[in-house]
């Protein structure tokens, strides 16, 4: 199975010019999701891993699996407002405008090594926010995994500083 | 270990006057987590289910490790806008103005039977939404799970239909 071939082209999604790219196809066959997590896993070392946190929605769909299989705790990373609790909060640029995430204070203690999990490298804006969410909470971000690489937008430069993981390349 | 206790009370959450139910602690640790997913898949028979549905997003955390647990596709359920592909969508009142929820069309099949997921049970407006969705794509609800109720609000009145496990009450 080429788990390439059920990433689903969404033209004009969210807006106009973008090819959107749909992951849900993976994630409706168990099969096809057991072997993304297989994949998004095995260069990483989680007897060093401390916790999984993963990244507003689709983020959470990977990281969850993640942190089932691995048996660790989960840290979910939202959009500022979303975490009922105390937060730290990160801003970063988009191409129009600014956005805000947020986790919550006692998720990540000092020391502890996380691996950071979302469905999609693009131009890594969101990842490198979140990374230093981690850093904040005084956590060391152990590694970093995608299901997906957009390899022409270059974000992996965004985050040369991290142990980057991705499976499936456009 | 008793779950209820590591449900956090968040005064004035999203709005004045509400208490919100945090079960980011219950997911930050991976014993708790564990136990709450066995407690929500136990009063179901799995070998008839075909999909597992959550919704947007902490539906998603329940929903995907139930859907990992039984080796089980996952449907995401979102607000509108959210998913790429074209969507059932159905609106539901809220206390004030409406909300309108989507699937992918391509999602549940005839006759498949669907196990509905979410955090929390309030008054039902958003589940019965999303059963909605499932019968839409002509398949079946064939039950709802949840990880709290909160009794007062006597959510289940709305999901009569339904067969409905919860697992923590207030």
């Known amino acids: 199975m080429d788990l ?3 990433i689903r ?29 297989d994949l998004m896993g095995k260069n990483f070392d989680f ?24 048996n660790k705790g989960f840290v979910p990373i939202r959009k500022k407002g979303k ?6 909060e990160e801003t970063y640029k988009l191409e129009y405008g600014n956005a805000t995430i947020e986790m919550h204070i006692d998720a990540v203690n000092k020391d502890e090594n996380i691996l950071l999990v979302d ?7 969101t990842m490198n926010a979140a990374a230093k969410l981690v850093e904040k909470s005084g956590g060391k971000v152990y590694g970093i995994t995608f299901l997906i690489e957009l390899d022409f937008l270059n974000g992996r430069k ?13």
Not at 83 to 88: E, I, R, S, V
């Open 83 to 88: 975490l009922p609790y105390k937060t730290f």
């Open 9 to 37: 082209d969404i033209p004009d999604f969210p807006v106009k010019g973008i090819i959107f790219k749909d992951v849900t196809p993976v994630i409706l066959d168990p099969y096809a999701f057991k072997k993304s997590i």
């Open 47 to 70: 007897s060093r891993i401390d916790k999984i946190a993963g990244i507003e929605s689709r983020g959470f769909i990977f990281g969850i699996a993640l942190a089932n299989k691995y």
């Open 4 to 6: 390439k071939n059920l």
């Open 119 to 125: 469905d999609l490298l693009a131009t890594g804006g």
């Open 158 to 170: 965004k985050l040369e500083n991290y142990t980057i993981s991705s499976i499936i390349h456009f």
